[in-house]
Antibody
């Protein structure tokens, strides 16, 4: 079955850039859609952005200027890069894949990684 | 941006009782609505998509209804493992994909 696993630095200083990676098994990054979602401590879920298997990306308008999502087909991974981080970016970051049913993609996420914690602190 | 509003924020229910959770969209999302369950320390788990279709492996005690702007998630008889936080999410009009603020079900 499809499994995802996030990895990242854990602790990042304010104003720096954080890079996270999602490793995919059981599927190919070059044949599906992939996304990042985050959850600040004690708060709800926020979609960050998605990448299509064509390489096309789409981002949350409020984060668009700071976010880049890319894929590495040779490693079967996709990545999130978030620049100029502040304490407001402290969150658990999840990677996910939308539901694929009857040859259609439905943008509800049925596959999630366990999440990786990113703390922004000096 | 489509704003999703969930109510109540917290629901106190006894095991075996029915729980009814609400989700309202700021504009019509047709039936492009999903529900998730999130237990402490875990990733969300998809329960319902298309407003009323159970995801693979989801027990029949979970049911979803509604369309347009008003949606309901019903858990017919709460089990111990159902005490968790529940989120709705719309995927009709995006970006951005948007989630509700969540409803926490705790033990009465």
């Amino acid at each position: 079955q499809v499994q995802l696993r996030e990895s990242g630095p854990g602790l990042v200083k304010p104003s720096e850039t954080v890079s996270l990676t999602c490793s995919v098994s059981g599927d190919s990054v070059s044949s599906s859609y992939w996304s990042w979602v985050r959850q600040p401590p004690g708060k709800g879920l926020e979609w960050i952005g998605s990448i299509y298997y064509t390489g096309t990306t789409i981002y949350h308008p409020s984060l668009k200027s700071r976010v880049t999502i890319s894929e590495d087909t040779s490693k079967n991974q996709f990545s999130l890069r978030l620049t100029s981080v502040t304490a407001a970016d402290t969150a658990v970051y999840y990677c996910g894949r939308p539901l694929h049913r009857h040859s259609h993609w439905l943008w509800a996420f049925d596959i999630w990684g366990p999440g990786t914690v990113v703390t922004v602190s000096a | 941006e489509v704003v999703m509003t969930q109510s109540p924020a917290t629901l106190s229910v006894s095991p075996g009782e029915r729980a009814t959770l609400s989700c309202r969209a700021s504009q019509s999302v047709s039936d492009n609505l999903a529900w998730y369950q999130q237990r402490p320390g875990q990733a969300p788990r998809l329960l319902i998509y298309g407003a009323s279709t159970r995801a693979t492996g989801i027990p029949a005690r979970f049911s979803g209804s509604g369309s347009g702007t008003e949606f309901t998630l019903t858990i017919s008889s709460l089990q111990s493992e159902d005490f968790a936080v529940y989120y709705c999410q719309q995927y009709n009009d995006w970006p951005p994909l948007t989630f509700g603020g969540g409803t926490k079900i705790d033990i009465k």
